[in-house]
């Protein structure tokens, strides 16, 4: 076997395993911002449970943006790539 090829494909799966977590881990922390926000909108203004609800409902659709344009940039669907330049 060529060793260049198996250090290609072991890079490869570790460049995906990366962007794959870092998805992951940019839904959890914006859902846990979110989420920690709403717990003290309770707490400051007394709005129990409202905040958290909120919170909660903000924290999932920031979490779903964010792997939507993460999953977008790492698939090589980049809107701004194949845009041509526009003449001023």
Not at 4 to 13: D, I, K, L, M, V
Request: with cysteine; aromatic share 14%; glycine share 14%.
């Amino acid at each position: 076997m060529n060793k260049n090829h198996q250090g290609s494909g072991r890079g490869a799966f570790a460049r995906q395993m990366a962007q794959a977590s870092s998805i992951g881990i940019s839904f959890i922390l914006a859902f846990a911002l979110c989420v920690f926000l709403g717990y003290q909108a309770d707490l400051w203004f007394g709005w129990h449970p409202w905040g958290k609800i909120a919170g909660v409902l903000y924290g999932v659709a920031a979490g779903v943006r964010n792997m939507w344009v993460l999953a977008k940039r790492y698939g090589g669907m980049d809107d701004h790539k194949n845009e041509t330049p526009k003449d001023p």
